[in-house]
Protein backbone atom coordinates (compact mmCIF):
# COMPACT_ATOMS: atom_id res chain seq x y z
CA UNK A 1 0.00 0.00 0.00
CA UNK A 2 1.54 3.55 -1.06
CA UNK A 3 1.65 5.78 2.01
CA UNK A 4 0.81 9.72 1.77
CA UNK A 5 3.64 11.75 0.54
CA UNK A 6 2.61 14.34 3.43
CA UNK A 7 3.05 11.73 5.73
CA UNK A 8 4.79 12.70 8.96
CA UNK A 9 6.42 10.43 12.35
CA UNK A 10 5.88 11.73 15.41
CA UNK A 11 9.50 11.49 17.20
CA UNK A 12 7.67 10.72 19.96
CA UNK A 13 5.93 7.99 19.38
CA UNK A 14 6.59 6.65 15.76
CA UNK A 15 3.47 6.88 14.34
CA UNK A 16 2.75 8.06 11.33
CA UNK A 17 0.63 11.16 11.04
CA UNK A 18 -0.83 12.99 7.68
CA UNK A 19 -0.95 16.08 9.31
CA UNK A 20 -0.46 19.91 7.16
CA UNK A 21 0.01 22.86 7.95
CA UNK A 22 -3.03 25.61 8.37
CA UNK A 23 -1.50 27.63 5.89
CA UNK A 24 -1.83 24.82 3.30
CA UNK A 25 -4.95 23.34 4.16
CA UNK A 26 -6.44 26.88 3.83
CA UNK A 27 -5.50 26.85 -0.07
CA UNK A 28 -7.01 23.89 -0.82
CA UNK A 29 -10.26 24.13 0.92
CA UNK A 30 -10.59 27.72 -0.72
CA UNK A 31 -9.48 26.44 -3.90
CA UNK A 32 -12.66 23.69 -3.69
CA UNK A 33 -15.07 26.44 -2.56
CA UNK A 34 -13.89 28.60 -5.41
CA UNK A 35 -15.05 25.96 -7.96
CA UNK A 36 -18.53 27.03 -6.56
CA UNK A 37 -19.18 23.40 -4.80
CA UNK A 38 -22.03 23.95 -2.35
CA UNK A 39 -21.11 21.44 0.08
CA UNK A 40 -17.68 22.34 1.86
CA UNK A 41 -17.17 19.44 4.27
CA UNK A 42 -18.62 16.72 5.76
CA UNK A 43 -18.88 15.36 9.95
CA UNK A 44 -17.86 12.37 10.43
CA UNK A 45 -18.94 10.32 13.75
CA UNK A 46 -15.77 9.43 14.87
CA UNK A 47 -17.14 6.55 16.98
CA UNK A 48 -18.98 5.22 13.91
CA UNK A 49 -15.40 5.32 12.31
CA UNK A 50 -13.44 4.23 15.17
CA UNK A 51 -15.84 1.00 14.86
CA UNK A 52 -15.48 0.03 10.63
CA UNK A 53 -11.79 0.07 12.15
CA UNK A 54 -11.98 -1.96 15.33
CA UNK A 55 -14.99 -4.12 14.30
CA UNK A 56 -14.05 -5.45 11.06
CA UNK A 57 -10.04 -5.12 11.51
CA UNK A 58 -9.25 -2.81 9.04
CA UNK A 59 -6.05 -1.49 7.86
CA UNK A 60 -7.83 1.40 6.30
CA UNK A 61 -11.25 3.21 5.61
CA UNK A 62 -11.66 4.00 2.02
CA UNK A 63 -14.37 6.77 1.28
CA UNK A 64 -16.37 6.76 -1.97
CA UNK A 65 -17.90 10.13 -3.50
CA UNK A 66 -21.81 9.23 -3.63
CA UNK A 67 -24.63 11.51 -4.53
CA UNK A 68 -28.39 10.45 -3.23
CA UNK A 69 -31.75 11.57 -5.25
CA UNK A 70 -34.37 10.69 -2.83
CA UNK A 71 -32.25 13.67 -0.41
CA UNK A 72 -33.49 17.48 -0.40
CA UNK A 73 -31.32 19.90 -2.17
CA UNK A 74 -28.05 20.41 -0.65
CA UNK A 75 -28.26 16.89 1.23
CA UNK A 76 -27.53 14.93 -1.84
CA UNK A 77 -24.08 14.67 -1.50
CA UNK A 78 -23.15 11.71 0.84
CA UNK A 79 -19.42 9.97 1.57
CA UNK A 80 -19.63 6.16 1.71
CA UNK A 81 -17.57 4.02 3.78
CA UNK A 82 -15.91 0.41 3.68
CA UNK A 83 -13.62 -1.27 5.88
CA UNK A 84 -10.08 -1.97 3.99
CA UNK A 85 -7.60 -4.25 4.58
CA UNK A 86 -3.90 -4.09 4.85
CA UNK A 87 -3.31 -3.95 0.79
CA UNK A 88 -5.76 -1.62 -0.05
CA UNK A 89 -8.78 -4.15 -0.51
CA UNK A 90 -12.34 -3.06 0.56
CA UNK A 91 -13.95 -6.03 2.48
CA UNK A 92 -16.81 -6.13 1.47
CA UNK A 93 -18.73 -9.94 1.66
CA UNK A 94 -18.56 -11.59 -1.81
CA UNK A 95 -20.10 -14.79 -0.27
CA UNK A 96 -24.08 -13.78 -0.21
CA UNK A 97 -23.41 -12.55 4.05
CA UNK A 98 -26.67 -10.25 5.01
CA UNK A 99 -24.28 -7.19 6.22
CA UNK A 100 -22.49 -5.01 3.29
CA UNK A 101 -19.53 -3.71 5.52
CA UNK A 102 -20.71 0.02 3.44
CA UNK A 103 -21.59 2.74 5.65
CA UNK A 104 -22.93 6.10 5.67
CA UNK A 105 -22.89 8.06 8.94
CA UNK A 106 -22.07 11.55 7.69
CA UNK A 107 -23.46 14.76 7.83
CA UNK A 108 -22.16 17.59 5.00
CA UNK A 109 -21.83 21.47 5.51
CA UNK A 110 -23.85 23.19 5.39
CA UNK A 111 -26.14 22.80 7.88
CA UNK A 112 -23.66 20.71 10.20
CA UNK A 113 -20.53 24.01 9.64
CA UNK A 114 -18.40 24.70 12.37
CA UNK A 115 -18.55 28.70 12.22
CA UNK A 116 -15.67 29.38 14.24
CA UNK A 117 -13.38 27.48 12.14
CA UNK A 118 -10.68 29.22 9.62
CA UNK A 119 -11.51 26.86 7.15
CA UNK A 120 -15.03 28.06 7.02
CA UNK A 121 -16.09 30.21 4.23
CA UNK A 122 -18.52 31.07 2.02
CA UNK A 123 -18.60 29.75 -1.25
CA UNK A 124 -16.88 31.45 -3.91
CA UNK A 125 -14.49 33.04 -1.30
CA UNK A 126 -11.73 31.27 -2.34
CA UNK A 127 -9.04 33.40 -4.10
CA UNK A 128 -9.84 36.52 -4.24
CA UNK A 129 -14.05 35.92 -4.45
CA UNK A 130 -16.34 37.93 -2.35
Known amino acids: METNENARFNDNDLQTTFEIPLDEAITWVKAWAD ?30 F ?9 RKEKLVMTP ?5 NDMIPKDGKPTSNVFDFTNPCPPTCSPDSPLNFPTGAGNGGN
Open 66 to 74: AWDDTMEEG
Open 35 to 64: RGNFVKNFLIDASELQGIINEHGASYVRVY
Open 84 to 88: TDEFG
